[in-house]
């Protein structure tokens, strides 16, 4: 399988989403009383993992849950053939050696790839769920209704339903032959740079947006946008959808202000550890990496002296 084919971490069919279950109430209702039902907890979003001897994720029984409203939980689908939810604990739980509540930016690139993606989806629909307690017609409560995949209206006359949203963001590797376009902002460390990226706005194609996005952060007009790949990115709501592009200006500017510094940077510099480089987790490396390949026998991940970011934001 080519490298920019296989699935970005968090992506893939790590989940059996089951969507016709969502409305069986019957199935539902005999699936959270299953004993072999698992949970995915959440605490102020962020992800119950398992650290040692390997990290994991940690998912519950109803037992281990602890009492909860059953109304609250949000099906996930069938997970390694099991009935899997994700939950938002309220108050902060009692530690467990080996196992704690983390950022999933941090462990992500930790865990096997299914459970990340299953952290990923939980978080987001968690996240989801926060923000909809109450109509945004009317502003009465909502409540959930297909497995937690919908929250509709509670009152008399409304009945408004609100489905699960992502914000779609592009992020796109720019290149000049052998020159890569980074950029930095300035609360970064020092030395970090990545991939130009930005919000899709109401009206825009994925196209139009790599060219404004690269065009408003670094002044530098493309053209040639291939799609690469995409990846959700539950930090909160999004789904970067990756592309690479020809440059066919070279004089940089930031005239907006998003970013601090922009530069070109050689193959050669990035395999001699300049600039420090994203995660290999993220879909901003994997653009980077198979650029890089295109002009190396040697991937950049390889590179004894290339440099990639600590895993943290």
């Given amino acids: 399988m080519p490298p920019h084919r296989i699935p970005n971490v968090y992506a893939g069919p790590y989940v059996d989403r089951s969507s016709g279950l969502r409305k069986d109430a019957l199935w539902l209702e005999e699936a959270l009383r299953d004993a072999a039902t698992r949970f995915v907890p959440l605490w102020r979003q962020r992800n119950l993992v398992r650290l040692q001897p390997a990290p994991s994720a940690e998912l519950l029984s109803a037992a281990e849950l602890g009492t909860f409203d059953a109304s609250q939980a949000v099906l996930l689908?069938?997970?390694r053939g099991t009935a899997c939810f994700a939950f938002e604990v309220l108050e902060e739980p009692p530690a467990r050696a080996g196992v704690e509540f983390a950022d999933l930016r941090l462990t992500a690139g930790l865990l096997p790839t299914d459970d990340a993606g299953l952290l990923a989806y939980a978080r987001a629909m968690i996240y989801w769920r926060q923000r909809h307690r109450y109509c945004g017609a009317c502003g009465a409560p909502s409540r959930a209704d297909s497995g937690g995949h919908v929250m509709v209206c509670t009152?008399?006359?409304?009945?408004?339903?609100?489905?699960?949203?992502?914000?779609?963001?592009i992020i796109v590797l720019v290149s000049d032959g052998d020159r890569a376009l980074l950029g930095r902002q300035a609360s970064w460390p020092a030395g970090r740079?990545?991939?130009?990226a930005g919000f899709v706005e109401p009206g825009e194609s994925l196209e139009d947006a790599v060219a404004r996005e690269v065009r408003e952060e670094t002044d530098i007009e493309v053209d040639e946008v291939a799609y690469h790949s995409?990846?959700?990115?539950?930090?909160?709501?999004?789904?970067?959808?990756?592309?690479?592009?020809?440059?066919?200006?070279?004089?940089?500017?930031?005239?907006?202000?998003?970013?601090?510094?922009?530069?070109?940077?050689?193959?050669?510099?990035?395999a001699a550890g300049t600039p420090a480089l994203p995660p290999p987790q993220s879909i901003s490396f994997r653009l980077i990496a198979d650029w890089y390949r295109r002009g190396s026998d040697v991937e950049l991940a390889d590179e004894p002296a290339a440099r990639l970011w600590p895993l943290s934001r």
């Fill in 230 to 270: 995409s990846q959700p990115w539950p930090f909160p709501s999004s789904l970067m959808v990756g592309f690479h592009a020809r440059a066919t200006s070279t004089a940089i500017r930031c005239p907006d202000g998003e970013l601090e510094d922009a530069r070109w940077f050689s193959r050669a510099e990035l």
């Fill in 77 to 79: 689908g069938l997970y």
């Fill in 193 to 196: 740079y990545s991939t130009i």
């Fill in 155 to 169: 009152a008399t006359g409304c009945g408004a339903e609100s489905f699960p949203r992502i914000d779609p963001a």
